[in-house]
DNA sequence: CATGAATGAGAGTTCATTCAT
DNA sequence: TATGAATGAACTCTCATTCAT
């Protein structure tokens, strides 16, 4: 039996009830967890929640005490990941914004691109963001809520500081209040380049990144 | 008979002899035209071959006598409409680089932006690229046939283009030499936006292209 | 189109209607051909008439217009190939039994046994005879059809055969009257053999016919 | 609860309880006595796996629970009702020879005979070797295993016996050292015949067997 | 709470049979 | 007569979901 096999002996101090009340919390995200994994590697259909409980150290139906069914556990596995995110962006947008001598549109724009490279290019939330633009078209009350909760709101708040540093002479034209699509082309172009060839052609995503902005910010280095 | 049966009925014009002639002549498109539907609807895995024969208008077992199975239908799909794209892709190219006295950069980009707009982005091609972009890690052999048939060539052609534009003046920084994804960067964000986001808020992507092209060039204007 | 491709240009006195007629004749033939060898290599069930049109270079639907379905084509080759094998064993047990002054019982076995080891060990027969053991309890009619057209006959004629044998002291006992069957014994050994462990280790059927037969007829001899 | 409605009420003894420890313990059985029927009345490629769900009053996916597939289940089937055969075989084999004043080979005989009238001929196992008979050709590896562990095996030992039969006088001549296989002869008649021809005519197969051996040893006896 | 054996609808695939040509 | 594209029922196998334990 697997899971049981999972449950390391622990010191005296930890009962059975102390283990259980522990495991029991976590299931959940161990759950999660694995079928992060699962659905990063497989997409939604092809994922079988067999395999998700294998890798959770569970049994199959231990994922139905948790979820509802199959398509339950993916949208909270994307909403649960979705939430830090946006806590990220607000808080970096807040800071660029909420003070009377605010930082550089430009430098904003760095600290966000060097945020998407730690937090999001290297790491499991890349696969979040892939997830949620491949599987988005099939599951529309996803691509809403994202659509709701990160997309509209990053652009608007983006948009917004765009306007202001087109009025305080820091940008020259109002192109990025049109287009704040533009500071996220080059995030999307590295998701998809790292997922389908890197490992033909690698990419410097930071670089890329940084070479975007100097462009958008009409001067060029570089990195 | 039973197939004809399950037909719509025709015009009375429609002889079952020109029945006859214009189904077999291309059934095989009947089949590729509704396993593109399909396949963008739904994608690769939830797409059920029983859809897709229905919406050819065929019997299940028709779609064995075209494709080995729904794997070969999928990839014979893609192909099929990857190979027009290299074809006006290298046109393209070509038609500005072989000259003594060719086409500016810019010009040259304006151009390959209007054809994707026009050739990809408003019709059915856009969902092909979906469907390449989002099926693609799970199709290793797609990917790289990808890679080497379009990508590789077109940022190849692009970038040989650019440090020519470089050494001429055309281009003041090298940037575009070193990422041509950013001239790609917009139009992936267009198909993106177009397929998850577009009912919620329309994007004018003639207008994003230009926007970016301008930008790399050093120059704004309205479009 | 294969059927035509493999009609070889001929003399000149060849007509094409010569040839229509010439084929029209044969394709029956043609067809029960193929069929003999694609059962005998898979089987009743496994065969596919596919392969059997392919073999027979005829299409598909023109096997329908011969037999009334795929298993009117397998009892009609069977009836066909058993057909000859009844005339052969009358022959011979004519032979032996209806003149006054007959051939000797072990004359006569010798020879049963000579014209099996020619006439259906060594040949496709074979594959008929061991189609008709693995189908037979498949196709009870079949089996019916054999037992009453070939078993009950040649048990029969060999039986009555075998009493008078006793009767004039050639046999000593009445085993052979009783057990007829023993006479057919090795045959069938033999053709089980060769089908499965022929490559494993050869049998020399022959020789086993001959070792049988000297012992029913109480004498040893060495081949 | 579906499953469970499916399956007939029971007597009220049953309980819950008592029918999962029952139905659980042996599936596997179930499913392989389930398996043998429908192949013995089918063979291998027309026996449909829902059919043997069925007769084992078991849903169709179970039956992928124990077997890998469809001819993992005839295979292991098959090998599995061979195991006994060979201890059986062996047990008796050594029985004869080897003690030093060991049974004579005639009484060795008939116990072998005796054993096959009764543990296969009155059996399911005669529709097992029947199985191997009829689908052998059809599985090489089969055919391969059964020659090894089988019949090299019993035909090796019995004529090593028979080699020292001939020294010691007992028996006159060498056929049984060359020829083995017409021990087994008489077996594979009455198998074929009770399977195809015994309702028309019945067949004693413990005389034929009985006959078989006193006409190989040289002297005849009424059974 | 947790399990995992059991379920059965549903998917891809095959192939005997038909029929317009 | 002959063709072979087309059909669709039937098959094997998968997997989300349930529920007795």
Redo the contacts between chains.
């Keep these: 039996m697997k899971p049981s096999a999972s449950r390391k002996p622990r010191a005296i101090t930890g009962s059975a009830q102390t283990k259980r009340a522990a495991q029991g919390a976590d299931r959940r995200s161990q759950i999660l967890a694995a079928a992060l994994d699962e659905f990063s590697l ?5 994922t079988r929640l067999d395999d998700v409980a294998k890798r959770a150290h569970v049994a199959k139906g231990t994922i139905y005490l948790y979820f509802k069914d199959k398509e339950s556990l993916f949208q909270e596995l994307l909403r649960a990941q979705i939430g830090p995110v946006i806590g990220m962006l607000e808080e970096v947008l807040a800071g660029g914004a909420s003070v009377t001598k605010p930082m550089p549109l430009r430098e904003l724009a760095y600290r966000v691109a060097d945020l998407f490279v730690e937090q999001v290019i290297g790491t499991r939330r890349r696969d979040i963001v ?1 997830l949620i ?6 599951f529309p009350k996803l ?2 809520f ?3 909760e990160v ?2 709101r990053g652009l608007g708040a983006f948009r917004a500081r765009a306007k202001r540093a087109v009025s305080e002479g820091e940008l ?2 109002d ?1 990025l209040v ?2 704040p ?2 500071i ?3 995030a ?2 590295s998701i ?2 790292k ?3 890197d490992k ?2 690698p ?1 410097d995503v930071k ?2 990144m940084k ?2 902005i ?3 910010f ?1 001067k ?1 280095e570089r990195s």
């Design positions: 497989h997409g939604f259909e092809a892939r633009l491949t599987e988005g078209p099939r691509a809403e994202y659509y709701r997309v509209s020259k034209s192109t049109r287009f699509h533009l996220v082309a080059p999307l172009v998809i380049w997922s389908m060839f033909f052609e990419l670089a890329l070479a975007q100097d462009i958008l009409d060029e």
